[in-house]
């Protein structure tokens, strides 16, 4: 809740020295002042959204069902921690894609928003970067991939590195990404049967990454062409 969250930062600028409580005060009136401007973004692109429909009378009755005003709640919580204008618009655009599905899909649509919501900003440029046609992928990826690891790198090149592919893997654990395994053709030959293929170091499965149908759908859901 947001007062608990107030009362936090209260007491907490109120331990650090020459703080105070005075200074807490304003770090409290901070966040909820905050806190009211991402969620008054969220509404109007919410209401953009809405108005682009071509049967926006429906919308007001449809708000009357419990599973869409679910969708709008979890809208609004995500809204509050949306650091970016793009973020808050590509949740109002995966929740009016929620309103105005079927009833026996607005589960699924509630699962697009928490998995959105597992994702950061960078995470869903690197989805839609594989998403992007093979030859077109350059430009893209240029902006995204971090510096190349070798002996003798710096800290911060490794870091960059590491946290690249940490987000390779929770895009792949979330099923988003998903690795096309590479098969060894000489053991296929030599014994009748598809062996995949496995890196020299780390014993990884050889392969490339591609977007999911999952994947896919997410960035449709939210508004990537």
């Known amino acids: ?7 936090a930062i209260r007491a907490l600028a109120g331990v650090i020295p020459l703080v105070g409580t005075g200074a807490g005060e304003l770090f409290a009136n ?33 708000l009357q069902q419990p599973a869409v005003v679910d969708l709008v709640e979890e ?8 650091l970016s204008d ?10 009016v894609s929620g309103i105005t599905s079927d009833e026996l899909n607005h589960l699924q649509e509630r699962q697009i928003l928490d998995i959105l919501n597992q994702l950061n900003d960078r ?31 710096d800290e911060k090149t490794v870091e960059n590195d590491a946290y690249y592919k940490a987000s390779l893997s929770k895009l792949e654990r979330l099923t988003l990404l998903y690795k096309d395994v590479q098969m060894n053709r000489a053991a296929e030959e030599k014994i009748g ?15 490339h990454l591609r977007i999911s149908a999952l994947g896919r759908l997410l960035l ?3 508004g990537f062409a």
């Open 193 to 207: 049967i598809q062996v995949p293929e496995f890196e020299n170091h780390g014993g990884d499965l050889k392969g």
């Open 1 to 7: 809740r947001s007062d608990d969250l107030a009362a």
């Open 123 to 153: 995470e869903i440029l690197i989805l839609d970067a594989y998403r992007t046609e093979y030859e077109d992928r350059g430009q893209k990826f240029s902006a995204l991939l971090p510096e190349p690891v070798f002996i003798g790198a």
């Open 30 to 62: 901070l966040v909820r002042n905050q806190r009211i401007d991402r969620v008054e973004k969220y509404a109007v692109y919410l209401q953009e959204e809405i108005m682009k429909l071509p049967t926006r009378k429906d919308v007001m009755s449809l």
């Open 75 to 82: 809208g609004v919580t995500q809204s509050v921690r949306a």
């Open 220 to 222: 449709r859901k939210i």
């Open 86 to 95: 793009e973020r808050q618009r590509y949740i109002a655009r995966a929740v």
